[in-house]
């Protein structure tokens, strides 16, 4: 059976079931996104899943390639798996002092 093309699969349509304002991320069962436009309960916009975007971290250190997930929580990156979410992997290295990682997406 061949498959057909469908989209590129940058950017996907979220249903909020908070309110979200644009860069907020937003948790989609096993991935995360980051939406492109504030959103009110109920309402669908678009959200990205892929690319790199600078995340606010807490404590955990990165080099390059290490996997980055995302406590929901807290609101912050995490090299903590249980009970988060993975959202990518480290685009580059970030420092304890450091307050964003950059995380390539993993959508």
């Known amino acids: 059976m061949t498959w057909t093309y469908v989209d ?3 950017v996907i349509q ?5 309110s979200i304002s644009a860069g907020d991320p937003v948790v989609i069962a096993q ?23 600078a995340a606010p ?10 996997l980055v997930y995302w406590d929901d929580a807290a609101k912050e ?11 990518g992997y480290a685009f580059g290295p ?3 002092g450091d307050t964003k ?7």
Not at 57 to 66: A, I, L, P, R
Not at 79 to 87: E, F, I, P, R, Y
């Open 31 to 53: 991935r995360v996104a980051v939406s492109l436009q504030s959103l009110s309960p109920g309402e669908i916009g678009a959200a990205h899943v892929a690319g790199v975007f």
């Open 94 to 96: 970030a420092a304890a």
């Open 14 to 18: 979220v249903a909020a079931s908070t």
């Open 77 to 87: 990156s995490t090299s903590v798996s249980a009970g988060n979410t993975l959202a």
């Open 57 to 66: 971290k807490g404590s955990s250190v990165y080099s390059q390639g290490d």
């Open 8 to 10: 590129t699969g940058g």
């Open 101 to 107: 990682v950059n995380i390539r997406l993993n959508g």
